[in-house]
């Protein structure tokens, strides 16, 4: 394995110095970044001698993990070729075609403006450099499988971190190809550095931003992450793993990639608890993707189409077991405690029963139009989530194979087979995934894939749960509260209504999107949401809500709800039996949560 050099060093020299010291064989990609305050970079590209006297170059037009349309060409500016044997014409938005002689090579320079820090494609300003080569580095279907040499000029006092191998200095990096290059990002700027070692692997974590993360912490809780790969998988696809996390004020998200990830996320949301765990959660989520994804993928997904879109049915796969194993990660490497899981699943369980686009789409065709969803109030009505509601078929899933196995078996056995025999170039489609299954648990899932991935699953929480001792509870269940289905956000005129959930007594009024609710009952809205305002009344009775549509005064009636005045919460069964304390701890890793003796008297 070639190991990174580290050292803090400053470059500057001219692009064709770097140039004429490397073989024209390979793609010779200088990346400018001296004009990093105003979020540009400026790119030279040597592209390798071609017997045509035409050839492509192209952006990608997304970039992977995001599966959405980018238009990434849009910061692509000053396009020019160092050649007056060649000319150029942009043919179309992520195009550029040159014609010429090029049986030498060409070089090629072009500007990128470099400001979508939340895309995770690029960014550059006077402290740093986030580069994903899908918004950077333009390439033909001739050079693709071409090694391509980047060679960073960078401030003084830059370190330069990629999961790319070293180049001849510390500011340049070799990939074997464009698909390597596009899989792994390179940060450089000013950031705070860590490596480490686990069972022979090499680590790093490199931090850009302040905040109030505790980064000592990081790389111990990080170090008992990545030791329970095993526990699902025979082995790691990886010599050594990068951790980039972004702490700022804006961004939010991350992106798995060949062998790191980028993590961002608040500057003042690492400190509390429920942050922290979200934080671990998401490094699990990406960790997790090194294998499902980047080593193994759907059918439509092998090969990658960098211009166009990939289609699958198999998406939720990709995101929502992903999801699911995310938290077996952290309960096997205790980072996550039974209390919190509990509270994590309770969470995913409310979240299902409160989207009615459960019985509108299933998670494969959500899966298929993953490309063009936009979210909001009618994706909430009429859609489902691949991450979401993935979860929760992987969970179910992974509960009907260790029962059928006698907990011999789980959902983490089906992912090891993937691996062993779908790793890429193979690739893997639903009828892959069923002789998987077979060859797990030795049924046929034919009518259970149709009724729950084809189909929309329609989980018994209670009795699935109870397979693992666990139950239900709302609490008080005879305290109910008035609900409207309503949610709304602080308006200056009022409360807007963001979102009217279908089947609910707003929505069965005649309520919408974008009405102004300016008082109830007669009285104005002084509260920032519905709910203080609600706990006036009774559920079942009938309330006025007045409002604005149009800029026109109106008034509805809603007749209240009744619902459980506590949230839903998964809690320990009292009395839970030897074979479902077994069923929980083959489940999680995590022994059962017994009941304390004042517990169980209350």
Known sequence: MQKLSHHISSLSFASLAFLSANSFADVLVNIDLNKAEHHYANVTMTIPESAKNSIDLKLPTWRTGRYEILNLANGIREFSVEDDDVSWKKIDKDTWRLTGDLKSGVEISYQVYANQLGYRTRHVDDSHAFLDASGVVMYTEETRDDKHIIQLDTPKNWRSVSGLKAGKNAHQFIAEDFDILIDSPIETGINEFHEFTVDGREYELVIWGKGNYDSEKMVKDLKALVAQGSTIWSDYPFDRYVFMVHATSGARGATEHLNSTIIQRSRYSFSERKDYLQFLGTAAHEFVHTWNVKQYRPEGLVPYDYQNENYSNLLWLAEGSTSYLQNQLLMRGELMTTKEWL?????????????PGRDAQSVAEASFDKWISEGGDYDKNHSVNIYSEGFLVSWMLDFDILEKTKLKKSYRNVHDVLYKEYSIPKTFNDQDMLAVLKKVTGENYQSWWQKNVDGHAKPDFNKLLAKAGLEISYGKEDKKKAWTGLSTSSHSNGLLVRAVEKGSPAWQAGFTT????????????????????????????????????????????????????????????????????????AWTGLDFPEKKADEKKK
Do not use: C, H, W, Y
Request: zero cysteines; a positive charge; charged letters at 40%.
């Open 343 to 355: 509270k994590s699943l309770s969470k995913s369980i409310n979240g299902f029963k409160r989207k």
């Open 514 to 585: 974008d009405d102004i609710i300016v008082a109830v009952d007669g009285l104005r809205i002084a509260d920032k949401d519905l709910k203080k305002r609600l706990t006036n009344f009774k559920p079942e009775t009938e309330v006025e809500f007045t409002f604005f549509r149009r800029d026109q005064l109106m008034t509805k009636t809603i007749t209240l709800a009744a619902v459980p005045k506590d949230e839903l919460k998964v809690q320990a069964m009292k009395d839970a039996s030897k074979a479902q304390k077994a069923f929980f701890k």
